[in-house]
């Protein structure tokens, strides 16, 4: 089933002088886990927007093509109606927290769509424990580290159930195991609530093993999309400069050498494994 | 160039952030400083240049005690570019920006003029001399921080998680231009807990946890040896733990970049047929 | 700043922080109207005992002395002023202007006292939440609490700016006044411009999680009255009711003279 469906999507945002996008198509299937990587500036973030349409309903602004969300035509649909099936998160993770306490942050969404109290209690109960942060129900933000925040937010938006999930670079200020436990988390909500994801990434290294489709996009454009293993190997992924999987661009380097590996690693274990048939074979 | 000597930092509300520290950092040297958030990192550099004086123990910069001059004369030795650009930027065009350091330490018009320039092609800003700061992208408003902080020639440069959104081909040219700034000889303090950056740099590496400093050595050293790095909080790079998969079949376990992992590599299947 | 530590939340368990913010703000008011009833030296100082017992119950007696040391300063000036003026005009003898005066700066000290056990034992989300139950328009409840929340991100927003401009050489006490002022562009305008770049990021998060749905807006935590509220409003009342009966048709005796009986 397909969740998201854009075609033809042009923008330029009010008072810019560059596209944002420039004839940007893409198709997300039910349950897949999308890296959105590129150089900054590549439209990344604006697509982001398109999904929940705060492009160009909050932006302002004329969005040309047709995007459709579960089923939904977002320039039909006001932005709090869309909320409930796209969640949106935000790189910086202290300017998406406003309350005082984690629990009432958690219990913000549903309280603007008069989702009744009993019903609040249990769905934020259930977030906060598939994020891993019942400890932290009563903490204010400004006390939790960067990880524990965005993990918060992540929990925001789960609590309103929502079919896809949207990252906007979640882990960019994060340190390496806050980043892990995030990538942790969204993993596992993809796996076991089926909740389709769509991150926009910068460390491949990380992020690359929980993936099964990515799209590059560069000047406002998509230009690969496609399946890991076939993005990051292509030549054009590296002339753009996406950070590929050390793992890949090893394999890539080797290749060039003269070594013939038979398939491209992504991941650091799927590396181990064939060089170990590479060196075991003679 | 710097020598910390048991230096402890407690701030008013009472967080201890540094526990009996001390480190020397020479001439030339390029070292990144790495840890958890939190460990202490950001706490110990601002020490560098005054803007947080020890609590116990001492500072010398330059043989300079750190207690006994004030921020201003510090910091014409020691450059701090912070993390956020967008926590320094104010004026109207890029050239003012770069040249108001320049101004409050009292340098003459003529060689301002000339400084202003320097910096400006160093960083690729030319272009942009007219232009507002504010009109920039992320990338290059990080550009004109840096530049306005270079201008002034400091010898040592302390640079605060330079690669926090940085995209990859912006991650590159940072390498290659400190690189350069090695080549003349300054001194490069990275806080950083960007171990793929690292690995490639190839630094020293300064690891920190809860305060302490726990080692010192070559990235190699500290970036391979798995009880460390848990210490710090960090993960070990990509191509290590690839290869430490590897070790049964005879492979070198200390490699950390992609690099060093070809060439080990093609030397084994070399000897092997 | 130490009248303002005396007025910042603490966090605390007390039976005073239990109580509903709607119940302590009456109680705030009433101490407000009593004291501003009477001129005289002993009903002040009525009022301001039969409040230390909250101080001590809510075990705030700390920052609440440190807020009255913050206050002492005023209440000097206060009692310094009414005692020129009065004993200047020459129409009361000296115990008696002494006994005003004294009265008058105590006044203004048990409306310290009283504000700052409200303050002390109410967190701002509660008081944001009564504020909503109070029907007060949700937008202002939400800036409120929102407020809060980013005074101790921007104090260290602040720092950090200042630390970066520092570093680049500027020193802020340099200079004549106007100078000095100038000094503090540097540190302004990286200020308001973040500040404007955090509060567009705040709206596109809060529209992502359906701000302006619906007009009824339902609410996790709801505050209710319980019997303790009752309590101290009804002692409130009577306080108030006792207060003006006395004002009315009592007279009363000046401190000096109770004493010398």
Known sequence: ?282 | MIEVKGVSFTYPNGVEALREVSLTIHDGEFVAIMGQNGAGKTTLVKQFNGLLKPTRGEIFVDGVNTRKVSVATLARKVGFVFQNPDHQLFCETVEDEVAFALRNFGFEESTIKKRVAWALNLLDLTEYRETSPFMLSGGERKRVALASVLAWNPKVVVLDEPTIGQDHKQKEKLRQFIVQLIAQRKTVIIVTHDVEFVAECNSHVVLMAQGKIVAKGSAKQMLTNSALVTQASIVSPQITQIFLELADLGMPIDLINIHEAREALLNFLEVDS | MSVFDGLRFRRGSSPIHQLDPRAKFFYVIVMFVVAVLFNELLPLVVLFLIQIPFVFVARVQREWIRSLRGAAFLAIIIFGFNFLFTYLSGQYELSYVLERSFAMSLRFIVLVESFSVFFLTTSPDHLGLALEQSHVPYEFCFAFTTAVRFVPVLAEEAQTIMDAQKTRGLELERGNFIKRIRNYIPILIPLIVNAIRRSLELAEAMESRAWGATEKRTNLYVLKLKKSDYVLALLSILLLVLAVYIRLFLPVPQLGVVLRI
Request: proline residues 4%; glycine residues 8%; contains cysteine.
């Open chain 1, 1 to 282: 089933m397909t969740v998201i469906e854009a075609k033809g999507l042009t923008y330029t945002y009010p008072g810019g002088t560059r596209r944002a996008l420039e004839d940007v198509s893409i198709t997300i299937e039910k349950g897949e886990f999308v890296i959105l990587t590129g150089p900054s500036g590549c439209g990344k973030t604006t697509l982001c927007r398109c999904l929940n349409g705060l492009v160009p309903n909050f932006y302002g602004g004329k969005l040309e093509g047709e995007i459709l969300v579960t089923g939904l035509k977002v320039s039909e649909h006001q932005i709090y109606e869309l909320a409930r099936h796209v969640g949106l998160v935000f790189q910086n993770p202290e300017n998406q927290l406003f309350a005082l306490f984690v629990e009432k942050d958690v219990a913000f969404g549903l309280e603007n769509l008069g989702v009744p109290r009993d019903e609040i209690r249990k769905r934020v109960d259930w977030a906060l424990q598939m994020t891993n942060i019942e400890n932290l129900r009563e903490r204010a933000p400004h006390e939790l580290s960067g990880g524990q925040q965005q993990r918060v937010a992540i929990a925001c938006v789960l609590a309103m159930q929502p079919d896809v999930m949207v990252l906007d670079e979640p882990t960019s200020f994060l340190d390496p195991l806050g980043a892990q436990q995030i990538f942790d988390v969204i993993s596992r909500l993809n796996k076991e609530l089926g909740i389709t994801v769509v991150m926009v990434e910068h460390r491949l290294d990380l992020a690359s093993r929980y993936s099964n489709h990515v799209v590059v996009m560069d000047k406002g454009k998509v230009v690969l999309d496609g399946e890991p293993k076939d993005v990051f190997s292509s030549e054009a992924a590296r002339l753009i400069g996406v950070g590929i999987p050390k793992a890949t661009r090893l394999s890539q380097v080797l290749e060039m050498s003269g070594v013939r590996l038979g398939r491209v690693p992504v991941t650091s274990e799927e590396a181990s494994q064939v060089l170990k048939e590479v060196l075991s074979r003679d």
